[in-house]
């Protein structure tokens, strides 16, 4: 079985990235590193008053984040983990949108384009 612990994310910023900052320190090299992104990426999720955030430490090993809406405590969170080089974090999420009326489509669109926009990768053609 593995041992997880959560610990949620409160305080100024400055507290807060002490904080990821104090439960990443017994981190393997391997694994503090590439964290450093995820950790800049809690600072500024908790500095939003509509999240909660906790950062979900696994085995003592490795460490990810779980991103809930105060307002709808009810849906499940997002979980965000990073890649081995840290440079890429991915989404873990289970959504279900409603498309009831055309209203609701077009917030569907919105939110699928916005989520595919986030995710690609401009490259800057060469000169």
Not at 1 to 28: C, D, F, N, W, Y
Not at 33 to 54: I, K, N
Request: one cysteine or more.
């Amino acid at each position: 079985m593995i041992s997880i612990h959560k610990t949620l994310l409160s305080g100024s910023p400055e507290g807060i990235r002490q904080q990821v900052e104090k439960l990443a320190r017994h981190l393997g090299h391997r694994d503090y590193l590439p964290g450093t992104w995820l950790r800049e990426l809690a600072v500024d999720l908790a500095s939003h008053d509509d999240l909660s955030v906790s950062v979900v430490t696994y085995e003592g090993k490795s460490q990810g984040l779980e991103v809930v809406l105060m307002g709808a405590p009810h849906c499940d969170g997002i979980m965000i983990d990073h890649n081995k080089t840290g440079d890429q974090c991915q989404l873990t999420l289970e959504r279900w949108v409603w498309l009831n009326d055309e209203p609701a489509v077009v917030n569907a669109v919105s939110l699928i384009r916005s989520v595919l926009n986030a995710s690609a990768r401009v490259i800057e053609p060469r000169a």
